[in-house]
């Protein structure tokens, strides 16, 4: 995992088998239904999405391994969200999920589990490598700028990206003819 520690994200190919994905877009698809995203951004801040499918998503082995090696054993669950942006939408600025400037340990992991295939240019999720370790916060005004060094991160329905919470990263804009539908789950160190 020296990509997780050197760059601050890690690619979890077909993190989730079949069965697992259908059961999780299944969870998702009754939570936009009842719950609608907001707004065509398309994030959906959900607090009751369960069972057995969303609870493979939490306790995945590899996905679990690459938490720990962030945060240290036995970190916290914190939030669980769905971004569904919809064509042109999901652009977000530069930034890293814990405020201000890393403490000496991370504090906060995240992962983005794609529930459809992402490309580069259909809303993937960009990272700048290294800015785990940096000692200053992302910079403001990004949305749509590309910053020196990024990389987009493309995805296959199932798999995911693991974040250090203090790495610059951001939504990107979906330029493709569909929703992008993701999970973005997060934990925080004990």
């Known amino acids: 995992m020296t990509t997780l520690d050197a760059d601050g ?12 994905l259908d059961g999780v877009r299944a969870a998702t698809a ?44 036995d970190p916290v669950r914190g939030a669980l969200h769905v971004r569904a942006p919809h064509p ?50 992302a910079p403001g005004a990004t949305v749509d700028r590309t910053w020196p060094g990024e990389r987009r991160i493309a995805l296959r329905a199932g798999s995911a990206v693991v974040l250090d919470g203090h790495l610059w990263h951001s939504g990107t804009r979906n330029h493709s003819t569909v929703r992008r539908d993701a999970l973005q789950v997060t934990w925080r160190r004990r």
């Open 88 to 137: 042109g939408f999901g652009a977000q600025a530069l930034h890293a999920d814990f405020a201000g400037p890393p403490p000496p340990l991370p504090q906060v992991a995240v992962a983005i589990v794609a529930l459809v295939d992402v490309t580069e240019d259909g809303g993937a999720t960009r990272v700048v490598p290294g800015t785990h370790r940096w000692n200053r916060t």
């Open 30 to 73: 009754q939570a936009l239904d009842r719950d609608g995203p907001r707004g065509p951004g398309g994030t959906l801040h959900v607090d009751d999405l369960r069972g057995p499918a969303v609870e493979a998503v939490w306790t995945a082995p590899r996905l679990v391994a690459a938490v720990e090696r962030i945060l240290g054993p």
């Open 9 to 20: 994200y890690l690619l979890l190919p077909d993190l989730l088998d079949a069965a697992a």
